[in-house]
């Protein structure tokens, strides 16, 4: 069974940084991008970053290029998101998910984490 479960999140004060963690376990994910979604309070999931696994091709959304970054590690099957110069709105839950098809759209991923809580405090 593919599990992917995520780790790091927690309450940070704007301007901090936090690096959140994604274990993949279940199948080899060698041939699989690997992604970042964020939903806050009363709004829709939307993408954050992704990242394909063979050629480290990256992709954000306009509001987080400069401050987060993700990054994998093959041999442990783990993708890290860190994210610096936070602000009070890059607070919600933050998701992993993967999929034979990198890019923004959700439709692109069928193995999704089951979240982990960012809060920034102003």
């Known amino acids: 069974q593919v599990q992917l479960v995520e780790s790091g999140g927690g309450l940070v004060q704007a301007g901090g940084s936090m690096r959140l963690s994604c274990a993949a376990s279940?199948?080899?994910?060698?041939?699989?991008?690997m992604a970042w979604f964020r939903q806050a309070p009363g709004k829709e999931r939307e993408f954050v970053a992704a990242?394909?696994?063979?050629?480290?091709?990256?992709d954000y959304t306009d509001s987080v290029k400069g401050r987060f970054t993700i990054s994998r590690d093959s041999a442990k099957n783990t993708v890290y998101l860190q994210m610096n110069s936070l602000k009070p709105e890059d607070t919600a839950v933050y998701y992993c998910?993967?999929?034979?098809?990198?890019?923004?759209?959700?439709?692109?991923?069928?193995?999704w984490g089951q979240g982990t809580q960012v809060t920034v405090s102003s």
């Open positions: 998910a993967a999929g034979p098809s990198s890019g923004s759209s959700m439709r692109g991923y069928n193995y």
């Open positions: 279940g199948r080899t994910f060698s041939s699989y991008a």
């Open positions: 990242i394909s696994w063979y050629v480290e091709r990256t």
